[in-house]
């Protein structure tokens, strides 16, 4: 079936360790994104692709880092996970074209203890 | 910048018509999206507004207002399965999608 796929589901992370996030998608869509989702504050973009070989920052991004080698993979790396990064990480793709909705991954639950 | 408004909860009835109402203040716009999400999951894509107008979809309906910033999702005969969060989303200058904070809906027997 496809759409994107995220893994881990769930983790539960010492603090201080490093974590990958993964994210694959097989639509061969340019722009790939992840979003935080945290109680009282919606989602939030952390970081942007939109083609392979480029990445931005979005509105959270501290903490977190990311690469995209190719189309279908953008991992989200967070180098020393802390407590506040606790949350509902999602990947999301949206087709070309600014009037195309966004599909998204089914989630990772990260808690950083 | 950026900034979406939404209620952070409702409550409707089995059978009613519910109103779920979106302002927003962007430096550039370029559609308004209606995203449902159940707890849990994922949010799922409902509609999509780029010009003035009511876009109707089965019983939900989406309508936006550029000059007013405001879009609004009615969503009709409502059935328990409607119970989620509502998510209104503009995107952004870089193609990303920013989003509210989500209205809860709870619908009530």
């Known amino acids: 079936i496809a759409g994107i796929t995220q893994a881990p589901t769930s983790q539960i992370l010492a603090a201080g360790r490093r974590m990958t996030l993964r994210c694959t998608q097989d639509m061969r869509h340019n722009a790939m994104y992840w979003y935080r989702q945290d109680l009282g504050l919606g989602l939030r973009l952390i970081h942007y692709?939109?083609?392979?070989?480029?990445?931005g920052k979005g509105e959270v991004p501290d903490g977190y880092s990311v690469s995209r080698a190719n189309t279908d993979d953008f991992p989200l790396t967070l180098a020393s996970a802390v407590p506040s990064q606790t949350s509902v990480y999602f990947c999301?793709?949206?087709?070309?074209?600014?009037?195309?909705?966004?599909?998204f991954g089914q989630g990772t639950r990260l808690t950083v203890v | 910048g950026q900034n979406i408004d939404q209620p952070t909860e409702m409550t409707a009835t089995e059978g009613a018509i519910v109103q779920i109402n979106c302002t927003y203040q962007?430096?550039?716009?370029?559609?308004l999206f209606w995203y449902q999400q159940h707890a849990g999951e994922a949010p799922t894509f409902l509609s999509y507004?780029?010009?003035?107008g009511l876009e109707e979809k089965g019983r939900f309906s989406s309508f936006l207002s550029r000059s007013k910033g405001y879009s609004y999702l009615l969503l009709k005969e409502l059935q328990m399965k409607d119970s989620a969060s509502y998510l209104c989303?503009?995107?952004?200058?870089?193609?990303?999608?920013?989003f509210g904070k989500g209205t809860k809906l709870s619908v009530k027997p």
């Open positions: 507004n780029v010009l003035d």
């Open positions: 692709s939109n083609t392979a070989g480029t990445t």
């Open positions: 999301a793709s949206p087709r070309s074209g600014m009037n195309t909705e966004a599909f």
């Open positions: 989303a503009v995107r952004g200058s870089q193609g990303n999608l920013i």
């Open positions: 962007t430096s550039g716009f370029n559609g």
